[in-house]
């Protein structure tokens, strides 16, 4: 009996809904882990001259980190390396690779502006987010920091109208021994932090924990309260 196989790949594909990706089969193993495999739907065009391949070199299978799809799911790119035809183009072969998983990327992009989201807009902590999305407390620190240079504004055009000041302690006490007195000394890793309350951006963040810190930097503070209008001149302690 034959059975509209293409219809179900197109539903799989529509509901994985993974931009540039086509799902081609899914899997479940005997511990109950689902595994969906995709592959790129068009013939990528070589990177240095643009050329469109036809010919496939090679292929293998890239685990991918993307976002829970009704639940945990593993990806599996099955990726092709192609030729390139192209007598005058210096690069002889070439992988794919997509806006969702660009060369050399291990994850998908949508994965990490997820990631971004749980931290900034819903303000879990990194490590939770971390948790819940089965990946390293460090891709989520990736993520964050990437997204602060390609997204946040430069510190010096705004114009806050309300600046909070924060402690925060950056890693656990650490302690130091002296090679002279061989001594001992316990060092607390403290920082205070400049942000903006209305947006909660990050202006400044200076060493240590007391009004030292904040005299270095007096006169950044004074020409962003100089900027604000007079009824937002409030500071707050978070």
Known sequence: ??????????????????????????RVGADGTRTVIVETDQPPGCPTCGVIAVRVKERRHQRLRDIPVAGPVEVAWSKYR??????????????????QVPARARSTARLREHLVDAVIRSGRAVAETAAGFAVSWWMVRAALNEASLLRLPDVDALSPRMLGIDEHRFRSVRYFQDPATMAWTRVEPWMTTI?????????GVVDGRHHKGLFAVREELDSWVSLMPPSGRHFSRE
């Open 1 to 26: 009996m034959r059975e509209p196989t293409g219809v179900a790949a197109d539903a799989a594909t529509a509901l994985f809904n993974l931009p540039d990706f086509g799902v081609m089969s899914t």
């Open 195 to 203: 942000v903006d309350l209305d947006t909660g951006q990050v202006l």
């Open 82 to 99: 192609w030729y390139c035809d192209e007598p005058a183009c210096p690069r002889l072969s070439f992988f794919e690779s997509t806006a």
